[in-house]
């Protein structure tokens, strides 16, 4: 058991764990973060994904210890005021949802990859970026769809933004 | 309809919720004191057990029980049911074998239960699970069901001589083999249909939590039908009896067919609680449920389809064996006997059918059904099989589809099924269309000089949704009644509940069913909510499988709904002193046609409440409920085509397009129906391409047991789809819907397989068309 | 996972002396295969002792056709270094390329190499870029340092600090995934140096891990050209067979792969 340190969507926090317990864990069990799901023991699916330090990863794959210190943002950060982040408004407006359980990654993963290219994304390249995440229920044409839309409104937001 | 009734195209409600990370599902309870199981699982295919020591895994830190299958024998905890009768053709009943929630004498796969270890931290749990040690004594083992009827094979149970289940058909064997021997062409085929893995993204997972003060019993779980799961709990295992048994299936991350059944884990996870006195959890990791959730299809069929000389079909011929793994599931035996051969007419005229399947057990676990259940099974046959007969003949694959088409209804085909409405041409011309199908020569030709060689092809399927009527389901077998309830709770302030027995995991029935209240009563659909999943709330209902929800769950919605009106419209003109006939509802307002009278809605439901001036003898509230049992299934059907380039290099195939063209009748809300199609399309373009279950003949051992090895289909795997609906509304239910969920997984393998092996030039390739195999039989083609 | 004590190492020196005070403990850095193989309970480390922090071992040099890349480096760093992409295209294309983006963002080079898993891409780039590595005790040719399925040169408690290679005249990598766990079935990296010399490494289909072809070596060394691999036999003998590809499979795959990297050098 050690203390384990990190800030969790703006907020330190400070627990004490076992040193196996993973990222994910940390989070669900301790935190009581439980947006953030395990779909694989493979590190494959990316039902995990979160931000650490800006950065889309995947807290199946690390123990909390490695993230202590770190910056950490989960699905439930992602919102401001309860307003929808414009991902997470883009996949409610182009249905790019069904049972929701790999939504709180793919969401996290797609606005990683926003923050990356920005407006620049075309469909090819969200599809490949969305390698580390699996969907059963939409075939991902409305996640990729939902994607590019965000992108664009974001894209937009940001040119108005800087003029 | 407005902007928010029938057919438009609204925004989930629900989504918020999953959007935010505050979706609830079943993992995500925590409850105080609660501990986590984990299970002491078969390493091998099949063993007696010997014995099981536990004595180490006891001393754990953390372990506070190890249960074992012979004290839940003791506890009188029943065995696991299938819930369909299927006689044999000799008129004998199914042989089901026993099926022990945790094993005691005898393992039969990979990942059997033999013990539970509960502990402080799942770490512990698993600590502990490791630490019982079982003594087994191997047994030789079998996987392949074609293997497994033949002599000198393990024999998996007593009571199923040969591993043989049941030897079953359908149809006239005489007509059909008279039709065969007259005619001018036959095409014959054998077809396999691989074995998947329904890999909902949410793994399985159960908390039991046993109340010792009232002897009652709450179970959290993944389920698509949580009240046919308090039934068979209750009736078939003695958990407890039903008023003592609450299941709650809340959020549910998918299920395809994989979260019907009743599995062992859940049963264990209650009576551990009571056991243990602890509620206990259980969340299933990734391999466990590789390991252990119901698989499906698994077919291994032969088929002769005869033409006479005109390309008229005039008969089909099919034998196939099943694979059940080592149990029987719950639906199991209905899947390729009342899902199957009852589809094996498809879209066409066939005077005469003929049907013989036999299920057999193997070392392998159970087999259920899957996304489509039987259908995509039949579709698959039939498709690949008028496919290879178009290229025998020098017919095109949509002339002999046309015509062979059934062009009048109601059409009784030889295999029970009735067709009510249906125009298979419109989806035929529709996807053709969509497809530039007449451009194809010229894309061909210039992939070639691309090196590339590309393919097209089509499938016709259709399918049965809304198992029903009741009684008939009965008649064939079935241990359930195939209804669905609903009620619909007007609150004194106007806003709407609806309890359904149907069960959303992805489907959006918090939006659908919802839009079903505004259509009818003109209310702001943020004023309605639905209700499900939670048996203390909704008193019964059949869940949610085989596209049924819409079919059968929405009209017993609005049969309720019809009772609500009714009475609602009674206190409107009582309050205006009109007759009950003027009443109409527009706009959130029941109105005196042709006057400008009218009350709002809010207003007639406080009236209905306060019950100060109501008619005479009238019971005060509004709250209405309804069963309703289908009078037919329905047919949806349509057309899909897939056009695909293969790097003859790797064998890779790159899908550049897919067009899907379906029937749907009508449609409440086409953005989710669209949502459905696309879902369902990946799930039989990851059975065409590149999804298979393979256990290792000898030893048993699932060599597909992680997404290292089975391989799911990903974005970059697939293209955006074309999509389009036309519409023959189903005669037979208040809405005139058929159902939409699994069209895309039944439609689809066959217009891909068509197409690869279009354009390879080899006809000779199975599921799934890896890049491996297909750059073989590109080569084979070739050399 | 079994039970593990997690350290986080300062320095190399740090990581030396925390990593020596257990017999059972291992280094880790993104943990990108560690981590998942701890959760399969298939590794068993008492100690875990996190790299990832340690300054000395982080980020890219370019000197002229010199290349240095420390060993936590992610492959994220690697696909997106400007000045890498200008010296040595191919290794960042191939780092574009491994798993996906959330694993490129902790996935290291040094972890990779160390890792030596056989559908690794990394250790292909080595071996035909004849790269150094470096250690916190001495360096070690690529060649020397991979030797067999998850089988490296490294002693006990050695740590992989950097590596460093000039950049070739011409290099590309072509790969084949795995269809299910993306891993490479067959990736191939062709390298030519300004003398003409050729090297070819072949990861993903040698059933002794990565290897050098020495076939296509010649056949490139003689004629530089998609077709001149084209012409080359590939011996299955010594190539992996799996669920996914046979032996003659990745045999197909490892000329076609070559061709590929020829093309995209």
Redesign the interface.
């Given at each position: 058991m050690a203390k384990v340190a990190m800030t969790v969507n703006g907020r330190k926090v400070s627990k004490e764990c076992e040193d196996r317990t993973l990222l994910v864990h940390f989070l669900r069990d301790t935190l009581s973060l439980t947006g953030t799901h395990v779909g694989c023991d493979t590190s494959q699916c990316g039902a995990c994904v979160v931000h650490m330090d800006g950065k889309a990863v995947k807290s199946c794959s690390m123990l909390a210890a490695q993230a202590a210190g770190s910056d950490i943002l989960t699905i439930e950060g992602l919102a401001a005021n309860g307003e929808l982040h414009p991902v997470q408004a883009a996949f409610k407006a182009n249905h790019g949802l069904q049972c929701g359980f790999c939504t709180p990654g793919m969401v996290m993963t797609a606005v990683d990859m926003i923050n990356r290219y920005g407006a620049k994304l075309d469909e090819q390249t969200v599809r490949e970026n969305l390698e580390g995440n699996i969907c059963r229920c939409t075939g991902y044409h409305n996640i990729v769809k939902a994607i590019l839309a965000a992108a664009e409104e974001m894209g937009a937001a940001g040119r108005q933004a800087a003029e | 309809m407005g902007v928010e009734g029938i057919g438009a195209r609204v925004a989930r409600k629900e989504d918020k919720r999953f959007l935010m990370g505050q979706g609830k599902y079943t993992d995500d309870m925590f409850v105080p004191g609660m501990r986590y199981a984990a299970f002491v699982r078969s390493p091998h295919a099949h063993a007696k057990i010997r014995s099981i020591d536990t004595s180490a895994a006891e001393e754990m830190p953390g372990v506070i029980g190890v249960l074992n299958g012979k004290q839940m024998l003791d506890d009188g905890i029943g065995n696991l049911i299938c819930g369909w009768m299927i006689h044999s053709k000799d008129g004998s009943p199914m042989k089901m074998g026993a099926w022990r929630p945790l094993a005691h004498d005898t393992v039969r796969y990979v990942g059997d239960a033999v013990a539970v270890v509960v502990a402080d931290t799942m770490g512990e749990a698993r600590d502990g699970a490791e630490a019982v040690v079982v003594d087994y004594d191997v047994l030789p083992a079998v996987t392949d069901a074609v293997k497994a009827l033949g002599t000198g094979q393990p024999q998996l149970h007593p009571e199923a001589p040969g591993n043989l289940i049941y030897d079953w058909e359908i149809g006239d064997g005489a007509a059909t083999d008279a039709a065969i021997a007259a005619a001018a062409h036959v095409t014959e085929m054998k077809i396999v249909n691989n074995r998947l893995a329904p890999n909902p993204m949410e793994p399985r997972a159960a908390l039991g939590i046993y109340d010792s003060a009232e002897d009652h019993y709450t179970c959290y779980t993944t389920s698509q039908n949580p009240h046919v799961a308090r039934l068979v709990m209750s009736a078939f295992y003695n958990v407890a009896p039903e008023n003592k048994l609450r299941v709650i299936a809340p959020d549910v991350g998918g299920g395809f067919g994989s979260k019907i059944y009743i599995y062992p884990e859940e049963i264990v996870c209650l009576w551990a609680s009571k056991r243990t006195g602890v509620p206990v959890k259980w969340t299933s990791d990734r391999t466990e449920a590789f390991l252990t959730d119901a698989h499906g299809r698994d077919h291994v069929s032969t088929v002769k389809m005869a033409f006479d000389a005109n390309n008229r079909v005039t008969a089909l011929k099919v034998d196939t064996i099943a694979n059940f793994g080592a149990y029987m599931s719950l639906f199991s035996s209905a899947v390729p006997t009342y899902l199957y051969a009852t589809l094996l007419s498809g879209q066409y005229n066939f005077p005469a059918i003929h049907a013989n399947v036999r299920a057999v057990y193997t070392n392998t676990v159970a087999v259920d059904a899957y996304r489509g259940a039987g259908r995509p099974e039949a579709t698959y046959l039939l498709e690949r099989t008028m496919e290879t007969a178009a290229r025998e003949l020098g017919v095109s694959p949509a002339e002999l589809r046309r015509i062979n088409f059934i062009r009048s209804f109601p059409h009784q085909t030889p295999v029970i099924m009735n067709y009510d409405a249906g125009d298979y041409e419109a989806s035929l011309e529709a996807a053709m269309a969509a497809a530039d199908w007449a451009g194809f020569p010229a894309r061909k030709a210039e992939a070639a000089g691309r090196g590339m060689k590309r393919g097209i092809g089509m499938s016709c399927y259709i399918e049965a949704c809304g198992i029903a009527p009741s009684a008939a389901v009965g008649s064939l077998g079935a241990g359930v009644g195939l209804w669905e309830s609903a009620e619909v709770r007007v609150n004194a302030v106007g806003t709407v509940e609806v309890l359904t027995g149907s069960h959303s995991h992805g489907q959006g029935h918090e939006t659908t069913f919802a839009q079903l209240v505004a259509d009818r009563f003109g209310v702001p659909l943020d004023s309605v909510s639905i209700v499900h999943g939670d048996t203390d709330k909704v008193q019964m209902g059949m869940g949610t499988y085989g596209s049924r929800s819409g079919a059968v769950g929405m009209s017993a919605v609005v049969k309720a709904l019809d009772k609500v009106e009714a009475k609602a419209k009674k206190i409107a003109a009582h309050l205006m002193e009109a007759d009950e006939s003027d009443i109409v509802i527009e706009n959130g307002a029941l109105k005196v046609a042709g006057t400008d009278k009218s009350v709002p809605w809010f207003q007639m439901a406080l009236a209905a409440y306060t019950a100060h001036n109501l008619p005479s003898g009238m019971e005060p509230g509004l709250k209405e409920g309804a069963f309703y049992d289908p009078a037919n299934f329905t047919f949806p059907a349509g057309c899909y085509i897939a056009e695909v380039e293969i790097d003859p290099e790797t064998g890779k195939t790159k899908i550049v397009q897919f067009v899907a063209a379906d029937d749907f009748g009508n449609i409440i809300n086409p953005m989710i129906v669209e949502g459905q199609v696309h879902g369902g399309i990946a799930q039989g373009i990851g059975q065409a391409l590149l999804e298979g279950v393979h256990y290792d003949p000898e030893t048993g051992q699932l060599l597909t047991a992680s997404y290292m090895d089975y391989t799911m289909p990903r974005a970059d795997d697939l293209p955006s789809f074309q999509v389009s609906h036309q519409v023959t509304p189903c005669p037979n239910n208040p809405l005139g819907i058929k159902g939409c969920g699994e069209a895309g997984a039944i439609g689809s393998p066959p217009a891909l397989m068509n197409a690869i092996t279009d354009a390879i030039g080899n006809n000779d390739l199975t599921m799934p068309a890896t890049p491996q195999k297909v750059w073989a039989a590109a080569r084979a083609a070739t050399n | 996972?079994?039970?593990?004590?997690?350290h986080?190492a300062s320095s190399v020196a740090d990581a030396v002396k925390l990593q020596s005070a257990s017999d059972e403990a291992k280094y880790?850095s993104g943990?990108?295969t560690l981590?998942?193989t701890?959760?399969?309970?298939l590794a068993a480390p008492s100690d875990?002792v996190?790299l990832?922090h340690v300054a000395e071992m982080k980020g890219i040099s370019v000197n002229g056709s010199r290349v240095r890349i420390g060993a936590a480096t992610t492959h994220?760093e690697v696909s997106s270094s400007a000045e890498l992409k200008a010296a040595c295209p191919a290794i960042s294309h191939l780092a574009a390329h491994i798993?996906?983006?959330?694993?490129r963002?902790?996935g290291t080079i040094g972890g990779s190499i160390a890792n030596n898993d056989p559908a690794a891409d990394y250790p292909s780039a080595m071996l035909a870029l004849g790269a150094t590595i470096i250690t916190n005790t001495r360096e070690i040719s690529a060649g020397d340092f991979f030797t067999g399925l998850f089988e490296t040169a490294l002693e006990e408690g050695e740590i992989v600090v950097a590596v460093t290679f000039d950049a070739p005249a011409k290099a590309g990598y072509s790969k084949?995934p795995n269809?299910?766990?993306?891993y490479a079935m067959a990736g191939v990296f062709v390298t030519k140096a300004g003398d003409g010399s050729v090297r070819v490494a072949v990861t993903g289909a040698g059933s002794n891990g990565v290897f050098r072809h020495a076939g296509l070596e010649a056949a490139l060394a003689a004629n530089w050209s998609a077709d001149a691999a084209a012409g080359v036999d590939i011996d299955a003998t010594d190539l992996l067979s799996d669920?996914?590809?046979?032996a003659e499979?990745r045999a197909?795959?490892v000329k076609?792969m070559a061709k590929r990297a020829v093309a995209a050098a």
């Open positions: - | - | 996972m079994y039970a593990t004590s997690y986080r880790v943990g990108m981590i998942p701890m959760k399969q309970r875990l996190d990832r994220y798993g996906d983006p959330h694993v963002h902790m084949f269809p299910a766990s993306r669920l996914h590809g046979s499979y197909n795959l076609v």
